[in-house]
C-alpha cells in the first residue's frame, strides 16, 4: 500500500520551467520503479518518463526527451520531474505512478498506486 501525492504544478508561459515533486508514504519506496504519467482533456493517458527503484535507469517518451528530467531521493522517499523549455502541448494533468515490481515501463497498466495529479498549464 502506497500513497502518493504530487505538488508543484502550475501556470507558466511557453519556455518556463517547472519542477513536480511526488512523495509516497511507506516503506518500499527505494524498490519500486516510478513514473510520470499525464492526461489532457480528450486523450488516453500519456508515459512521460519512468525511473528504476535505484534511480539508474530512465525512459523518457521522445516528445520531452532532452527537455524533462526525472531524479529521485530515496531517502525522502521522494521522486521529481524537472520540466523545461516548456510548450503549450505539455498542457495536461501529471500523475505520480508507483509499480510493485518490475522496471519503469511506458504502459501505464503496469503501475499499482496513482497520485491525484497535478495541472500543468502552459501559455503561449
Known amino acids: 500500500q502506497v500513497q502518493l501525492v504530487e505538488s508543484g504544478g502550475g501556470l507558466v508561459q511557453a519556455g518556463g520551467s517547472l519542477r513536480l515533486s511526488c512523495v509516497a508514504s511507506?516503506?518500499?519506496?527505494?524498490?519500486?520503479?516510478m513514473g510520470w504519467f499525464r492526461q489532457a482533456p480528450g486523450k488516453e493517458r500519456e508515459f512521460v518518463v519512468a525511473i528504476s527503484s535505484n534511480g539508474g535507469i530512465t525512459n523518457y517518451a521522445d516528445s520531452v526527451k532532452g527537455r524533462f528530467t526525472i531524479s529521485r531521493d530515496n531517502a525522502k522517499n521522494t521522486v521529481y520531474l524537472q520540466m523545461g523549455s516548456l510548450k503549450p502541448e505539455d498542457t495536461a494533468v501529471y500523475y505520480c505512478a508507483a509499480r510493485t515490481t518490475g522496471y519503469g515501463t511506458r504502459w501505464y497498466g503496469d503501475y499499482d498506486y496513482w497520485g491525484q495529479g497535478t495541472q500543468v498549464t502552459v501559455s503561449s
Open positions: 511507506g516503506r518500499t519506496f527505494s524498490r519500486r520503479a
